[in-house]
């Protein structure tokens, strides 16, 4: 997500917060992941951050209203960008893969419906994928097995767009692929959601003249955390910075 609005918005400068420490929000109740991500929004808003996107699928559908409510800035979620782009790709039938709270909360049937109300999602837990993400085990022999007994349900109902509902799904990538087989488009909402960020940019000229960069903060630096960060960012991060989240 981060690389993608880079790319989109170079000139400006980012302030990434990883909530390492309560990692992973996919297992955890829909009250606690509205908690935390509560307190993440504020302690961002405070960073004078303009604009705020909610990385996190389980916490974009789980919290996006409270989150709207709880800080003065506008705030972007994943959940109804990543419904755009594969309504783009679809013409009958989506599937919608995630953390057990992500498919649990129902957000993105909800928004897919809302934008074409014929079509149909099928909806598809997958929570060891992110303990093989981290593991960086992205296409070995057992990612490719887990994924092809979690996919087939999804390939059996003859889905045309499938959607990575969580960050960590897009480096699984060529195992998800592999499974679904090439007739079916993977949508990675990054792309969606930069577009719409810079959009939202332009039409509120809120364009920045910060030259780039990005600051990388955490809740727990343990040495993992740096491999994962390296995972998800793209590149190892120069420096990760400790911070802590008050009540």
């Known amino acids: ?20 420490a309560r990692l992973p929000y996919g297992t955890k109740s829909a009250e606690t992941v509205v908690r935390y991500a509560i307190r993440a929004a504020r302690f961002l808003a405070h960073a004078d951050v303009k604009l705020l996107v909610i990385a996190c699928n389980t916490a974009s559908a789980a919290a996006l209203p409270e989150v709207e409510s709880a ?12 419904a755009r782009a594969a309504l783009a790709h679809a013409h009958a039938r989506v599937g919608v893969i995630g953390t057990e709270s992500t498919i649990a ?14 079509i149909e999602v099928l909806l598809q837990p997958c929570p060891l994928f992110v303990p093989l993400a981290e593991e960086g085990w992205f296409d070995h022999p057992v990612t490719r097995e887990v994924a092809r007994i979690y996919l087939e349900p999804i390939v059996s109902a003859g889905v045309d767009a499938l959607i990575l509902g969580c960050t ?8 998800i692929g592999a499974a679904v087989g090439r007739r079916v488009v993977l949508i990675d909402s ?7 960020v810079e959009q939202l940019v332009k039409e509120r000229d809120m364009t920045g003249e910060g030259g780039g960069g990005a600051r990388i903060l955490v809740t727990d630096a343990a040495a993992r955390i740096r491999r994962i960060a390296g995972y998800v960012l793209g590149d190892a991060p120069a420096a990760l910075e400790l911070v802590d989240l008050p009540e």
Do not use: C, N, W
Not at 105 to 118: E, N, T
Not at 168 to 175: D, M
């Open 1 to 20: 997500m981060l690389a993608a609005l880079q790319k989109r918005l170079p000139g400006e400068r980012f302030v990434y917060l990883g909530d390492t």
């Open 168 to 175: 960590h799904y897009p480096l699984l990538a060529g195992a």
């Open 71 to 82: 800080v003065p800035v506008p705030v972007i979620g994943v959940v109804e960008p990543g």
């Open 105 to 118: 909360s129902g957000a993105y049937s909800r928004a897919l419906v809302a934008l074409r109300p014929s």
């Open 190 to 196: 990054a792309r969606a959601v930069a577009e719409e």
